[in-house]
C-alpha cells in the first residue's frame, strides 16, 4: 500500500468517525475495527473520565499530573491484537510525550469496556493537539530540509535516510504502526521505521512530501531574507485564500457557485494579475485538503499585521462578503468563524456586526421557530428536503458537538455568547422538526 492510499484510507475512516488497527501476527492478518456511532461531547461540566486519566476540553489530568493541551509535544498510539484458540487478546497503550516532564504518561488497558473510551480519548485529543504537532515536523523541514523519527531521517524531497543507506518514500509500505521501505530493484535487506508517535501528523507530512517534493538545499535557511519576505508577501495571500478555503469548506462540499465568488472575489477585491490567479486557485484547493484549521491562518495574519487596524477590519469586511456572496446567506458554522476571526483579531468587522443586528430585528419581527415552516428549519441545520428522520437526528448530534458551548470556552465570552445563541437556535429547529416528523 502507498502513502497516498494510506493517507486516503484514514481519511476516509476519520470521516465516518471510525478507528481502523491493522495488526500482523504470525504471518496472520488482524483487522479491528471500532465504530464509535453517538458523539461524545466532552465539557468542562461533562469530562471524560478513563480510569485516572480525565480529558476536559483543554486539558488532561493523570493522577497527579496535569497539564495543557498546548503543553503536549507528541502522542503516542500502539493496538496489539492477538488471537489464540479461539481467545481474542487485546492490549492498547496510548502514550503522551509533555514538555517539562522526564518521562511520558504511558496509559495502558487490555479492559473491553475501556477500549473504546480510550479510542475516543485519544481522538479528541489528536484532533485538538494535531496543528501543534504538525508545525513542528514542517518546522523542521523548512528549517533544515528534513526531520527525523525512530528508525531514520525524511528529507523533504522524499529521501529517507537509514543503516547507512538511502531509500526514497515513493517505495514505502505501512502496516499499523511501522513503514517498511526497500531500495528500487534490490534484493538487500530494508530499512523499517516506527509510526507509533505521531502516525496521524506524520501521514500529513507524507502526502505533502510525496505530492510536493523540494530540494532540501533550497527550503534551508541559506537564503534568510527570501524566507522573510516570503512571510510578509506570499503568507498574507495563503493565509486570505486558506481562511476563504475554510469558510467554504464550513457548511459542507464546497459549492460550484462558491467557487465562482472566491474567484470573483480575489480578482476584484485584492486585485491579483492572471498569474497570481493561478496560484490562488492551487492555494485554495491546498487549504481544503490541509490539516492546518482556520484558526492558524487568521492568528498568524494578525500576528503578521496586528498594527494594521485598518487592514484587520478591511479583512474581516472581505471575508464576511465572500462568505455571504455565493448564496446572499450565512450557515452556523460559517457564522463561528467569523466570530473566531473577530475574536483573534481583537476587533469587530463592521459588516459582519451590521448583519448579526438585522437578524437579530429580523428574528424579533418574526417570533419564535414555531411558525418556521419546514423547509426554514431543514434550512438552518443545513439539510436539504427529503431528509430521513435518521439524517436529521445525525446532522443534530454533528452541529451539537461542534458548537457545545463548553468546546469553545477558551475563545472568549464574546465566542461563547455566539455559540449559546446558536445552539439554542439549533435546538428550537431541531424540535420544530420533531413535531414535524413524529420524532
Known amino acids: 500500500m502507498s502513502a497516498e492510499d494510506l493517507v486516503s484510507d484514514l481519511a476516509a475512516c476519520r470521516d465516518n468517525e471510525k478507528f481502523v488497527s491493522r495488526e500482523w501476527y504470525s504471518g496472520q492478518r488482524i483487522l479491528v475495527f471500532m465504530a464509535n456511532k453517538d458523539p461524545v461531547i466532552i465539557s468542562e461540566s461533562a469530562p471524560l473520565i478513563i480510569g485516572d486519566l480525565t480529558v476536559y476540553p483543554g486539558r488532561l489530568q493523570y493522577k497527579n499530573t496535569r497539564c495543557n493541551f498546548s503543553d503536549i509535544e507528541h502522542l503516542g498510539w500502539r493496538w496489539f491484537s ?10 492498547v497503550t496510548f502514550t503522551i510525550h509533555m514538555r517539562r516532564l522526564p518521562r511520558p504518561i504511558h496509559i495502558s488497558t487490555t479492559t473491553m469496556h475501556v477500549t473504546p473510551k480510550l479510542v475516543t480519548a485519544y481522538n479528541f485529543i489528536a484532533q485538538e493537539t494535531v496543528q501543534a504537532r504538525l508545525l513542528q515536523y514542517t518546522q523542521q523541514l523548512e528549517q533544515h530540509g528534513c526531520f527525523a523519527i525512530q528508525g531514520g531521517t525524511i528529507y523533504s524531497d522524499g529521501r529517507i535516510q537509514g543503516k547507512g543507506d538511502t531509500f526514497h518514500l515513493r517505495n514505502a509500505e505501512f502496516e499499523a504502526f511501522q513503514m ?18 505521531d502516525k496521524d501528523v506524520l501521514f500529513s507530512v507524507f502526502r505533502s512530501i ?46 460550484f457557485d462558491e467557487i465562482a ?4 472575489f480575489a480578482g476584484k477585491a485584492l486585485q491579483l494579475s492572471p498569474d497570481r490567479m493561478k496560484l490562488v486557485v492551487s ?17 498568524r495574519l494578525f500576528q503578521a499585521h496586528s498594527k494594521d487596524v485598518d487592514l484587520l477590519r478591511r479583512m474581516l469586511d472581505l471575508l464576511f462578503a465572500a462568505a455571504a456572496m455565493a ?11 467569523l466570530l473566531e476571526a473577530e475574536e483573534i483579531f481583537g476587533i469587530a468587522g463592521p459588516a459582519f456586526t451590521s448583519f ?42 454533528q452541529l451539537v458537538m461542534q458548537y457545545h458551548p463548553d468546546r469553545v470556552y477558551h475563545l472568549g465570552p464574546q465566542f461563547r455568547s455566539e455559540a449559546e445563541m446558536h445552539i439554542k437556535r439549533i435546538n428550537i429547529d431541531y424540535k420544530c422538526l420533531c413535531r414535524k416528523y413524529g420524532m
Open 327 to 337: 448564496h446572499n446567506k450565512l450557515s452556523v458554522e460559517e457564522e463561528l468563524l
Open 180 to 197: 517498511s521501505v526497500k531500495q528500487e530493484g534490490s534484493f538487500r535487506p530494508g530499512l523499517n521505521l516506527d509510526l507509533t508517535v
Open 356 to 397: 448579526r443586528r438585522a437578524k437579530k430585528s429580523e428574528r424579533n419581527a418574526h417570533g419564535h421557530a414555531h411558525q418556521k415552516s419546514e423547509s426554514e428549519c431543514l434550512r438552518s441545520l443545513g439539510l436539504a428536503m427529503n431528509v430521513t428522520p435518521e439524517e436529521i437526528k445525525l446532522k443534530y448530534r
Open 82 to 91: 492477538q488471537t489464540t484458540s479461539f481467545i481474542n487478546a487485546r492490549n
Open 261 to 264: 465568488a472566491i474567484k470573483d
Open 283 to 299: 492555494i485554495f484547493l491546498t487549504a481544503k485538503r490541509s490539516a492546518e484549521p482556520f484558526e492558524f491562518h487568521a492568528r
Open 210 to 255: 510525496l505530492q510536493n517534493p523540494q530540494d532540501p538545499n533550497h527550503v534551508r535557511p541559506a537564503a534568510g531574507h527570501k524566507h522573510r519576505t516570503r512571510e510578509s508577501a506570499d503568507y498574507f495571500l495563503v493565509d486570505t485564500i486558506s481562511m476563504l478555503a475554510k469558510l467554504a469548506c464550513a457548511d459542507g462540499p464546497v459549492s
